[in-house]
């Protein structure tokens, strides 16, 4: 594992610096960094995502347990380094940001992963955490989980549940297709530069079975509901709604269960289609 010294050295050597405006904040603890690795389980064979790799010290430790790395790095200075001294050691670095826009994962990415099972292993940078993190649990099933270090207020929306001040429309989503879990909180010290927020680790495990039917559609249908999160259901839906059982149109969204939601998505999806025919 790389050192905060040999992180600054190989930065020096590519005439490189910590750009804050694509929110380079390197994890220079390596009990973390194997501790992300180890929670992740992937191993020898395995295809890995890694988002922001940096002067590639997680990707070194995924490459020492035999994974097949697909990097994403947005800095054409770090791509530089990291193909030069990991390229080809079953390991691909995809140049340019990992998202062609908030709906939608580069195509770049996508050949690289080659449509194959794979999991998602990085510390994220902040402003791409989200926007991706939901794009491939919601249009990417070949995802099969995600382990990274994010901001904790991030975290703590993916895990959160109803009637929690940070229960909201990726809550649901995640609570449909994955298991959520907090693995830490990561002290700004943990990173160099020391960030202004503190981080977390968490993971997000696909659900064998889904609890949707249509996550790309759940998601929207979520944002429209907590939009209005303090109005009534029935003042946002109408009072006409198809209530599912134990669903009334006096309740507020964040009360409901991921799985209420569903069922209300479903209902109101049917009803519609019912009074177009």
Known sequence: ????????????????????????????????????????????????????????????GLLARGCEVVASELDDGLCDLLTERLEGHRCTIVRGDCLASKRAISNDVLRALAGRPFTLVANLPYHAATPLMLRLMTAHAECKAQFVTVQREVAER?????????????????????EARMLGVLAPSCFWPRPEVTSAMMSLV???????????????????LFSSRRKQLGSVLGRDANWPQGVSPTDRVEVLTPVQIEQLRCNVREQRAAEDC
């Open 206 to 224: 696909r659900r064998s079975t889904s609890l949707t039917a249509d996550a790309e559609d759940l998601a929207e249908f979520c944002q429209r």
């Open 1 to 60: 594992m790389q050192s905060l010294t040999e992180i600054k050295a190989l930065l020096a050597q590519a005439g490189q610096s910590p750009k804050k405006a694509l929110g380079q904040n390197f994890l220079i603890d390596a009990n973390l960094v194997r501790k992300l690795i180890d929670a992740s389980g992937v191993g020898e064979g395995d295809v890995v995502l890694e988002v922001g790799p940096g002067t590639g010290t997680l990707t070194e």
């Open 158 to 178: 993916l895990c959160a549940g109803p009637g929690i001040r940070a229960y909201g429309s990726v809550s649901v989503v995640a609570g449909a297709v994955c």
